[in-house]
């Protein structure tokens, strides 16, 4: 192996003198921590929740922290950003009667403890805290709660976005796509390099398609115990511990994991199957996947649950290409392995 720097030089890739970094071979990293906190303070401070609705008034007051780390890499002409960050928001309510009467004023703070690259296609937990945990206190607080966290995700779906299209290093490569100030750099730009990486970014662009998931676990239980798990919102409380809202009818809508994912029922058999319509929050608008879970006993206390999940989109809006990944991850690790867990079903 040849020492650092006495490598063959035909396999080297030099810094030009002009210091241009041409079709962004190299590895290069955009540190967007201060980028991120301005981008969801401009996004945040000073936003209206609720505006007299139920005698309510809910108004964001400021972004106070954003602390952990974020950068933008970039790789011949690919954007791969990185993120892990927290994100403190304060927040002010207002109760009033009837006759406009205020019956209390309280400050309280929104945590989001965890907004994260890996989990691009997933909505972040969110904490709402209030100060006065009285009576009035706690319906401002569940007030935020139930109108203000839609907006808060709402606006964090818009910085992943950003992220995803390069950040505060958008510019930069929009800049070096025309050229830089050297004469030679714009020609080679425009004459050699830079056609085919345009064709290739606007090919991803393009990019569609579906996917489906199929996955077999085996249960410990009776399948009309596993029916019944699966189907009782307050048991998807439970194992989830996130809110649910679940109908038992055909036609029915359902909530699970605090509303990132909604559907319909569409066929129910007791004891035997499963079928709905399920999408996630964040997949583009429109878009619904096909879930059917069968349930087979073939021995009474042994259940056999076959999952197929048609249609799941290979991107979310955003361009993250995690989707079909983090939903299977999802059914074994938040799902089927919590039911095994919290009921005792595991074998």
């Excluded at 929740?49 to 933008?72: N, Q, R």
Aim: hydrophobic fraction near 35%.
């Amino acid at each position: 192996m040849a020492k650092y720097g006495e490598g063959d030089k035909r396999w080297i890739v030099e810094d030009r003198p002009d210091g241009a970094n041409v079709h962004n071979w190299h590895w290069s990293e955009t540190d967007c921590l201060e980028w991120s906190r301005n981008l969801l303070t401009k996004l945040l401070d000073n936003q209206t929740v609720l505006d007299g609705e139920g005698g309510l008034f809910i108004k964001i007051v400021k972004v106070e922290k954003v602390e952990g780390e974020a950068y933008i890499n970039v790789r011949k002409g690919k954007i791969i950003p990185g993120y892990e960050i927290s994100l403190t928001l304060s927040w002010r309510g207002e109760a009033k009667d009837s006759d406009g009467k205020s019956l209390l004023l309280v400050d309280g703070v929104v945590e989001v403890p965890y907004i994260s690259d890996e989990n691009a296609d997933e909505d972040p937990e969110i904490r709402v805290l209030v100060k006065d945990e009285g009576p009035v206190g706690k319906r401002l607080k569940d007030a935020f709660f139930a109108k203000g966290r839609g907006f808060v995700w709402e606006k964090i779906r818009f910085y992943v976005g950003a992220m995803a299209k390069g950040g505060p290093a958008k510019d930069e490569l929009e800049v070096k796509k025309v050229g830089g100030s050297n004469g030679e750099v714009k020609k080679a730009v425009a004459n050699v390099v830079m056609a085919p990486v345009n064709k290739e970014v606007v090919k991803e662009k393009k990019k569609e398609g579906f996917k489906s998931i199929k996955i077999t676990e085996k249960f410990s239980c009776r399948a009309r115990d596993m029916f019944e798990i699966l189907m009782d919102e307050n048991r998807w409380k439970g194992f989830t511990q996130s809110n649910a809202k679940i109908s038992k009818e055909v036609g029915g809508e359902f909530m699970i994991f605090d509303g990132a994912v909604t559907g319909t029922n569409v066929e129910l058999q007791e004891g035997k199957l499963i079928a709905q319509k399920w999408r996630f929050g964040n997949w583009p608008d429109g878009l619904h996947s096909m879930v059917r879970l069968t349930l087979d006993e073939p021995e009474p206390g042994t259940t056999v649950v076959n999952l197929i999940q048609t249609d799941v989109p290979e991107e979310d809006r955003y361009g993250n290409s995690t989707v079909v990944e983090n939903t299977e991850r999802g059914w074994k690790d938040l799902i089927f392995n919590k039911i095994r867990a919290v009921f005792g079903f595991g074998i």
